[in-house]
């Protein structure tokens, strides 16, 4: 069989360079790409400067993709921001924060999925997983711009599935929890706002990258056949109660 390809976008990061490491052992071709291009060299024989937000750049990217190797099989849609810790309720969000944050969430996707969905209708199938957050199916207090991106990226994930698993084309969201990565980073290393986290979690830690890159994998093996429109939750039973 041909190696399959996958592309995956904010490779640079926690949970983008865990999967990118987990579907090279799969023995997929893995093209990493992020804003901050020099930083996925190292990650794969394949990586791309790709600023999910620009249409311009989307295209070119994955024209060069496309023109490398013929077609995409899995896009994971990973790239996310937070917004700054400015970037609270709807009151206080300044309205470019609110628009950075839903450009990069959900634009992002969009732009990405868009781009490759004709090749993929052409192969006659394909998949995109799109890492959301718990924060789409549930409100963060005080997230305001985050948690309304996160919503609007599952949704997303559904509208691509219903418009397109006839085709072949699988579409499902992951909804990780609190993962220890560059973005939480801040929050995890003070002791007590850890422990805080922790208590709220009945396995009693935070997730670490390779849980979520598990859940890629699995997505992007072809098993889990029947998953389309689906937001896999992985947060320990964090929201469970
Ligand atoms: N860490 C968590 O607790 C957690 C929880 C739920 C969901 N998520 C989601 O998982 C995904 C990955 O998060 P992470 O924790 O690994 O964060 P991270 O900050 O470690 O990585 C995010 C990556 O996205 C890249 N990026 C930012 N803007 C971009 C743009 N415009 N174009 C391309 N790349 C861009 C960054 O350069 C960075 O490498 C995000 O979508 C995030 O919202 C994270």
Redesign the pocket.
Known sequence: MKDRIAVV??A?????SATVRRLLADGLQVVAT???GASVRDLSEHHIA????NPHDVARAMGEILDRFGRVDVLVN?????GSQEATTAGETAIEEFDRVMA??VR?PFLCARALLPAMVDAGGGQIIT?A??AGLIAFPGRCAYTTSKGAAVMLARSLAVDYGHLGIRSNAIC????E????QWRLDQPDLRARVESRIPIGRVAQ?DDIADAVSVLASGRLAYANGSAIVLDGGWSSW
């Open positions: 976008t904010g640079a990061g926690g949970i983008g992020d804003v901050e790709l600023d999910v937000t990973n790239a996310g921001i937070t990069v969430n992002g890492i957050s718990v990780p929890g609190m993962v990565t560059p973005m939480t990258p």
